[in-house]
């Protein structure tokens, strides 16, 4: 009688994996994960023109407004429900941002306070729950602080929203529930042999996978020069 293949037992707290391979967007421009505080995380749609050429979330006009009046953006740790830029500034669709969902889960594992920004960032984690009857609340699940908020995009398309969009977000700043952050440690990059200098004040940092399966480690320092690896 053949011997049965046994699984192999899967590995408590160990990142899970994307596939970009099936995705549409593979091979457009990708912004990383923009990390600060983790306990406190915002989420948008995907980069728009601006953030693929910059390489950074939330620079465009849309993420100028949210950077004034969202006082969590001066602290929280910036991502996106598709890391990859869509052609001609569109929204992502629900099959993109699944190709990106297991890393944003990782993001947002240790966070306590979660801003979701826009429709589907919302709809990509909570598909039962309705944007609208949610929009403009906080509630709790999962033991995390959710903040429900318009993107900022629809403030300039929708000049009727501003002031109501204001307001939300100065609501939702005033939270204060969230624990001390915990300090994180960013991977030593080394570009063509040479290492990233330990005082070097990195803005982004981020881990993928390729075809093969090896892990890419990708950071950005503060003068816009870009390093991966493959661990």
Avoid at 27 to 53: M, S, Y
Avoid at 104 to 129: H, M, S, T, W
Avoid at 131 to 156: C, M, N
Avoid at 187 to 215: F, H, M, Y
């Amino acid at each position: 009688m053949p011997k049965q293949k046994t699984q192999k037992p899967k590995q408590p707290n160990q990142p899970v994996r994307r596939d970009c391979s099936v995705c549409t967007l593979k091979g457009r421009p990708r912004v990383f994960t923009e990390w600060h505080d983790p306990n406190i995380v915002i989420v948008g749609q995907a980069p728009g023109k601006t953030e693929a050429k910059e390489g950074r979330p939330f620079l465009g006009a849309a993420g100028k407004f949210g950077r004034k009046f969202l006082k969590a953006f001066e602290t929280a740790t910036i991502t996106n429900s598709a890391r990859c830029y869509p052609p001609e500034d569109r929204k992502p669709t629900a099959k993109e941002m699944k190709c990106c969902k297991p890393a944003l889960l990782n993001v947002l594992a240790g966070a306590q306070e979660i801003y979701l920004l826009g429709r589907p960032a919302f709809d990509n984690l909570f598909p039962k729950k309705s944007f609208t009857q949610y929009v403009g609340s906080s509630f709790r699940e999962d033991g995390k602080l959710w903040h429900i908020l318009y993107h900022p995009a629809a403030a300039l398309h929708n000049p009727r929203l501003r002031n109501r969009i204001i307001e939300d977000y100065k609501l939702a700043g005033e939270s204060t529930e969230i624990t001390q952050a915990m300090p994180i440690e960013v991977p030593v990059i080394r570009p063509d042999d040479q290492i990233l200098k330990p005082d070097a004040k990195v803005i982004i940092a981020d881990t993928e996978w390729d075809s093969k399966g090896n892990i890419l480690v990708g950071a950005m320092d503060e003068e816009g020069r870009f390093y991966q690896e493959v661990l």
